[in-house]
């Protein structure tokens, strides 16, 4: 299984990026995939759920109407665009799923936040 993230860089607040995340080694198609950050000193926390039909998406309240998560099962790729950033949202953005009983991670991209 690998995950590899990938558009994270520096943006003026109040400005747009748009994540992607390559998936390969697993039946993309049938799973779920999540978006979590992790924030300097801060704990990890997920931002953004999408089933694997992307029928369903869910996310944590501080991105609500911000950010939109969504999928593409023939390029095997999930999507993550931020619009309207902040400072707070600056961290390191992972994707994840959970194949065959544990989780995988990619690397992780990098956002700032910063004028």
């Known amino acids: 299984v690998q995950l590899v993230e990938s558009g994270g860089g520096l943006v003026q607040p109040g400005g747009s990026l748009r994540l992607s995340c390559a998936a390969s080694g697993f039946p993309f198609s049938m799973y779920d995939m999540r978006w979590y950050r992790q924030a300097p000193g801060k704990e990890r926390e997920l931002v953004a759920f999408?089933?694997?039909?992307?029928?369903?998406?869910d996310y944590v309240d501080s991105v609500k109407g911000r950010f939109a998560i969504s999928r593409d099962n023939a390029k095997r790729t999930v999507y993550l665009q931020m619009n309207s950033l902040k400072p707070e949202d600056t961290a390191v953005y992972y994707c994840?799923?959970?194949?065959?009983?544990?989780?995988?991670w990619g690397q992780g991209t990098a956002v700032t936040v910063s004028s």
């Open positions: 999408i089933s694997s039909t992307g029928g369903n998406t």
């Open positions: 994840t799923t959970f194949y065959a009983s544990r989780a995988y």
